[in-house]
């Protein structure tokens, strides 16, 4: 059996659809509930069932009400309550068929198969038209891809984010830091853009393997604390958790559970981090967002902000 791995999609015994938002899936899937099937759903899948999208506040407060067995942190389904597993490396073919964005994509990348996939409402055939292409690209293939939406936007191929499209993702997230640090973060990462009026991004998935190495669990919780450290590897920053190995007296790595400070940092520049510090083994993460707001929480690199001030 294929693992079940982040960024797939799983179908629940009822036909409820979760996106799998962790590594460590052997017995109960991590994942996020986003559709039900629902006579007065706006989504049709291609046999014509209508669903409802949930959004994240929403999707928790529909599980604990009707399957609060699957309530943690994130989602968990038992593995034994998974119908259908949707993979986006797998699903890629038919969905460019489909869809002429999607295909002019994977023109642009030109990535080996099995290294791209499409996640999202078009994985599921829940898309609308107003739904954005959430690209996933697997291990040190997304490095390529990041680096081609960089050129393409450069070149005037794809375009990036407008000012008021900027200011979107910025309320829709409510990052702890202040829209103007936001969006320097943000303009330096190359992981999304527009094509022909179509929003996309390309989403960090590790190759399968890499799975054994991701970090799972919790750790014994120290408390809340705020530090100032050199980033010594980045190199997992754009994985979900995002993770930054750093020299620090106390604390090896810090990692991030939202997606907004995903690539935060660049290797070698000085990071402030604030999040809940935990025991793992010998060593002491950082974690920021161990909650579902990550309210306080956060990664600036004082680096870029110093080079920018």
Known sequence: MIPVRLRDFIEDSDGWLYAVSAYDNDEKVGCVLRYVPDETGDRINPSGMRYKKYDF????????????????????????????????????????????????????????????????????????????????????????????????????????????????????????????????????????????????DILYTRSYDELKSAPTGRGAVIGKMKIEAKVTDASLSFDSPAVYEVEHESVSRVLSFTHTYSGQALEGEIIEACGICERHGNENWLVVGTTREARGQYIVSKTLLEDLA
């Not at 999607?102 to 290294?115: H, M, Q, S, W, Y």
């Not at 005037?156 to 008021?164: T, W």
């Open 57 to 200: 506040e929403d999707a928790y407060a529909f599980i604990e009400r009707y399957k609060p067995q699957y309530s943690d942190l994130v989602q968990r389904v038992p593995i034994h309550d998974v119908l259908k597993v949707l993979k986006p490396e797998i699903e890629i073919p038919s969905i460019a068929q489909k869809h002429l964005r999607v295909k002019k994509l994977l023109d642009i990348f030109r990535l080996p198969e099995g290294t791209i996939g499409c996640t999202g409402s078009l994985l599921c055939g829940l898309e609308n038209v107003t739904s954005d292409i959430d690209m996933v690209i697997y291990g040190r293939y997304w490095y390529i891809a990041q680096h081609l939406v960089r050129q393409g936007i450069l070149e005037g191929q794809m375009a990036g984010l407008s000012p008021d499209m900027w200011r979107r993702v910025y309320e829709k997230r409510k990052p702890e830091i202040p829209y103007d640090q936001f969006v320097l973060h943000e303009l330096r990462k190359w992981n999304r853009g527009q094509l022909d009026g179509t929003y996309f």
